[in-house]
């Protein structure tokens, strides 16, 4: 079964802090995604990638940078945060078997809050 | 674009009742379309998934039928436990080059003894 871990799961910055959120994965999967949690809006896209060194743009990215740096580790940067970046942060990952339409594995979730 | 619709929560239950969970959804492709479960404090898991057109798909005694001609996949079980209570998400998956799944809003249910 596929095992995606998330540092830290809880953080609380100040506004225009710099936060860099951690995601691991340990079953070889090519891809990998980061979303944001909100009620009313659900699992929104934020940005994911197909392997080491690539970035795809979600579909609510601003504000946001990410960096893969290897197979294993998917990085989401909030370079000045602000309070509307609070929220629950998921990151997943899938293989590539199937395509983008694959089973996606998703870690515990971060839980950010911006003061 | 593509996009997904389901019945907005929170839908509250008694146990041994039936649950019902709507979900449309708009594409011009021929998506996957997927069931996921959120339990309180965990990241979504997959339910199930169905592939193709006019199939279902099931797991834990849930069902769901991939409706092509009405755009559904709605989500359905005849006897709810409160071990049911969750957040359950709709999601679409489909060929549109570079594409990860579309969620739903997802729809919180709670099953009370």
């Known amino acids: 079964e596929a095992a995606v871990t998330q540092s830290p799961r809880n953080k609380v910055t100040v506004t225009g802090g710099n936060v860099t959120l951690s995601c691991r994965q340990t079953?070889?999967?090519?891809?990998m995604y980061w979303y944001r949690q909100d009620t009313g809006h659900g699992l929104r896209l934020i940005h994911y990638?197909?392997?080491?060194?690539?970035?795809q743009i979600g579909d609510v990215p601003d504000g946001y940078k990410a960096t893969r740096t290897t197979q294993e580790d998917f990085f989401l940067l909030l370079e000045l945060a602000s309070p509307s970046q609070t929220s629950l942060y998921f990151c997943?990952?899938?293989?590539?078997?199937?395509?983008?339409?694959?089973?996606?594995?998703f870690g515990p979730g971060t839980r950010l809050t911006v003061l | 674009g593509d996009s997904v619709t389901q019945t907005e929560g929170p839908v509250t239950l008694s146990e041994g009742t039936s649950l019902t969970v709507n979900c449309s959804y708009e594409?011009?492709?021929?998506?996957?379309l997927f069931w996921y479960v959120q339990y309180p404090g965990e990241g979504p898991q997959l339910l199930f998934k169905?592939?193709?057109?006019?199939e279902k798909g099931s797991n834990r005694g849930f069902e769901a039928t991939y409706n092509k001609e009405a755009t559904s996949f709605h989500l359905q079980k005849a006897s709810v436990q409160e071990s049911d209570s969750a957040v359950y998400y709709c999601?679409?998956?489909?060929?549109?080059?570079?594409?990860?799944?579309?969620f739903g809003t997802g729809t919180t249910v709670s099953v009370s003894p």
């Open positions: 997943a990952s899938s293989d590539e078997t199937g395509g983008y339409y694959a089973e996606q594995f």
């Open positions: 079953n070889s999967h090519n891809y």
């Open positions: 990638s197909y392997g080491a060194g690539n970035l």
């Open positions: 594409t011009k492709q021929y998506p996957t």
């Open positions: 169905v592939p193709k057109a006019n």
């Open positions: 999601a679409l998956g489909d060929y549109q080059g570079g594409r990860a799944l579309i």
